[in-house]
DNA sequence: GCGATCAGTT
DNA sequence: CACAACTGATCGC
């Protein structure tokens, strides 16, 4: 079987090209230090912080692409021997320091891989994310889109990060003599936290590795490893936890905030637009939350709008790096692809975009009806992406995926995972098996 | 030691 | 219940 001429956050297959839309552990499944397989192309926030990840790399296998700019690379054919030119454009993809997407452009014909990306409408730089994109879209057409499905569901509906930024501060605000825990990951979050700096002249803890990011970010005045410098700390997201906040305030008066992507699914039903959420595990709200009665319930501070107090400790707010669905549909919106796919499927759930954006598609229709579409065949060999998205995989993988494969509820659009606990975690198996003749 | 896979965490 | 992102154990080489 012939085998992709370029990767996208897929470290595994054999390419010519890779191609790194961010630095989060989940798109570097496979990558290692000693990892030579062939080039890597990123942004250069990414290559910068490339060597604090994976120390030890050949850093003469990273090339970087200036953003919004067009980069012309030779590939040639492993079954003919014939060289052919791709062209491909990063775009910021507003998701964390470094992430971009992919515009790319061939004989295969155009394609836009988003990676994971937040799509806001607010902000200046989102504005110049806009206008990028469709400068580099107004002669194309982009034929498939590889689309951030994350939230691709209406129920999926959070306010814009700077509403969100300032919804913590007021939290901070309203807990003077507070201790201040906020959890964040190995990269993202950083403009919440100058936010909260500026805004409250206070410097930030963070742990010493996470030092070491923000200056390789360029941050060097804003955060600290010494604890009595601030009330405020971020601290890693998997530290973080009730446990946590309980044994801190036998110390000292502690308050949490969690910046989440965990789902905040509106429910018109119930307590009009009022959004909840849950940062909570199965087993603390059994053994411990429904037990503390009334605490809960309780709200302090009346004006906080979307966030959520969980626990007399914790606070979840919805600051998400992922785009909420009106701002997928605002994205598919303005770059109207020919067709499109997700590229999350890990969840239990896989909702295609085709289902809530299909009309949008300019040739859905065409697309869905014709037994062969050439032109995307053609696509498809050229792409190999990540793990979440294989398009393609050995005889024998087949074969298993056949038996994982996902039922299509008909006139739903999800999908509904038939894979064991055990087999569902990541494996990518449900995109293409739609796509293939039978 | 390394990569892959799985289990488990917030 | 759910998610994305992460850590850590284990296994085969």
Same mark, same amino acid.
């Given at each position: 079987?012939?085998?992709?001429?370029?990767?996208?956050?897929?470290?595994?297959?054999?390419?010519?090209?890779?191609?790194?839309?961010?630095?989060?552990?989940?798109?570097?499944?496979?990558?290692?230090?000693?990892?030579?397989?062939?080039?890597?192309?990123?942004?250069?926030?990414?290559?910068?912080?490339?060597?604090?990840?994976?120390?030890?790399?050949?850093?003469?296998?990273?090339?970087?692409?200036?953003?919004?700019?067009?980069?012309?690379?030779?590939?040639?054919?492993?079954?003919?021997?014939?060289?052919?030119?791709?062209?491909?454009?990063?775009?910021?993809?507003?998701?964390?320091?470094?992430?971009?997407?992919?515009?790319?452009?061939?004989?295969?014909?155009?394609?836009?891989?988003?990676?994971?990306?937040?799509?806001?409408?607010?902000?200046?730089?989102?504005?110049?994310?806009?206008?990028?994109?469709?400068?580099?879209?107004?002669?194309?057409?982009?034929?498939?889109?590889?689309?951030?499905?994350?939230?691709?569901?209406?129920?999926?509906?959070?306010?814009?990060?700077?509403?969100?930024?300032?919804?913590?501060?007021?939290?901070?605000?309203?807990?003077?003599?507070?201790?201040?825990?906020?959890?964040?990951?190995?990269?993202?979050?950083?403009?919440?936290?100058?936010?909260?700096?500026?805004?409250?002249?206070?410097?930030?803890?963070?742990?010493?590795?996470?030092?070491?990011?923000?200056?390789?970010?360029?941050?060097?005045?804003?955060?600290?490893?010494?604890?009595?410098?601030?009330?405020?700390?971020?601290?890693?997201?998997?530290?973080?936890?009730?446990?946590?906040?309980?044994?801190?305030?036998?110390?000292?008066?502690?308050?949490?905030?969690?910046?989440?992507?965990?789902?905040? &699914?509106? @429910?018109? *039903?119930?307590?009009?637009? =009022?959004?909840?959420?849950?940062?909570?595990? $199965?087993?603390?709200?059994?053994? /411990?939350?429904?037990?503390?009665?009334?605490?809960?319930?309780?709200?302090?501070?009346?004006?906080?709008?979307?966030?959520?107090?969980?626990?007399?400790?914790?606070?979840?707010?919805?600051?998400?790096?992922?785009?909420?669905?009106?701002?997928?549909?605002?994205?598919?919106?303005?770059?109207?692809?020919?067709?499109?796919?997700?590229?999350?499927?890990?969840?239990?759930?896989?909702?295609?975009?085709?289902?809530?954006?299909?009309?949008?598609?300019?040739?859905?229709?065409?697309?869905?009806?014709?037994?062969?579409?050439?032109?995307?065949?053609? &696509?498809? @060999?050229? *792409?190999?992406?990540?793990? =979440?998205?294989?398009?393609?995989?050995?005889? $024998?993988?087949?074969?298993?995926? /056949?038996?994982?494969?996902?039922?299509?509820?008909?006139?739903?659009?999800?999908?509904?995972?038939?894979?064991?606990?055990?087999?569902?975690?990541?494996?990518?198996?449900?995109?293409?098996?739609?796509?293939?003749?039978?």
């Amino acid at each position: 079987m012939e085998k992709g001429l370029i990767s996208v956050d897929r470290w595994t297959g054999h390419s010519q090209a890779y191609f790194l839309t961010h630095l989060h552990s989940d798109h570097t499944q496979g990558l290692s230090s000693s990892w030579a397989k062939g080039p890597i192309f990123c942004s250069r926030l990414t290559a910068k912080l490339f060597p604090f990840k994976f120390p030890g790399f050949n850093l003469s296998l990273l090339r970087l692409l200036p953003i919004g700019t067009w980069h012309s690379i030779s590939l040639v054919s492993p079954s003919s021997g014939s060289s052919s030119t791709l062209q491909v454009m990063p775009i910021d993809a507003h998701h964390c320091p470094g992430s971009v997407m992919f515009l790319f452009r061939g004989e295969f014909g155009c394609l836009l891989y988003t990676g994971d990306f937040r799509w806001e409408t607010t902000s200046k730089r989102a504005e110049i994310g806009r206008t990028m994109l469709l400068n580099a879209l107004k002669d194309d057409v982009v034929d498939i889109l590889y689309l951030d499905n994350t939230y691709c569901n209406p129920s999926y509906a959070f306010p814009s990060r700077a509403i969100v930024a300032q919804q913590v501060i007021d939290i901070i605000v309203s807990h003077p003599e507070h201790d201040i825990i906020i959890g964040i990951d190995s990269l993202g979050k950083e403009d919440l936290l100058l936010h909260i700096s500026h805004e409250l002249k206070i410097k930030i803890w963070v742990w010493p590795e996470r030092l070491q990011t923000m200056h390789l970010l360029g941050f060097h005045d804003t955060f600290t490893t010494k604890t009595s410098l601030t009330r405020v700390r971020a601290v890693p997201r998997y530290s973080f936890s009730v446990e946590t906040l309980e044994g801190l305030n036998t110390m000292r008066p502690t308050i949490g905030i969690m910046p989440s992507g965990l789902p905040w &699914v509106v @429910r018109p *039903l119930e307590n009009g637009d =009022k959004l909840f959420g849950s940062l909570l595990t $199965s087993r603390y709200n059994r053994s /411990k939350w429904s037990g503390n009665g009334g605490n809960h319930t309780e709200k302090p501070n009346g004006n906080l709008g979307s966030v959520e107090k969980f626990h007399k400790y914790i606070y979840s707010v919805p600051y998400s790096d992922h785009s909420c669905f009106a701002e997928i549909e605002d994205f598919v919106k303005l770059v109207l692809p020919t067709n499109m796919k997700g590229i999350v499927s890990s969840s239990s759930c896989y909702v295609d975009p085709l289902y809530y954006f299909g009309r949008l598609c300019g040739a859905y229709q065409s697309a869905q009806s014709l037994p062969h579409n050439k032109r995307k065949e053609r &696509v498809e @060999r050229l *792409l190999a992406v990540n793990n =979440k998205n294989t398009f393609r995989c050995g005889a $024998s993988a087949g074969l298993e995926r /056949k038996r994982a494969m996902t039922v299509k509820v008909k006139n739903s659009g999800i999908h509904v995972s038939r894979m064991s606990a055990l087999r569902r975690k990541k494996r990518g198996a449900k995109i293409e098996e739609n796509d293939r003749p039978n």
